[in-house]
């Protein structure tokens, strides 16, 4: 894990199955469990899929907090 890292869960979105389009740290711990338990996939998704995961088991999701950019009000 890199700081870098950490960026990426608050930047990089699902690119595919069921929660496609969402940040990385806002998927559901139950959907990360299901990849720690049947395997993560190849690459740096992979690689930020089981980060966030252990990220969540541990209760840490908070400290991305002042990692997110502040939205933009129109």
Known sequence: MTPDDLELLVTRVMP???YKGRL????????LN???RNGFPQG??????ELMQEIDHNGLKPLLDPLRKPAKHA
């Open 16 to 18: 595919y199955g069921k």
């Open 24 to 31: 990385m740290a806002d998927l559901p711990g139950h959907y």
């Open 34 to 36: 299901w990849f720690a």
């Open 44 to 49: 740096e998704i992979g690689r930020l899929l």
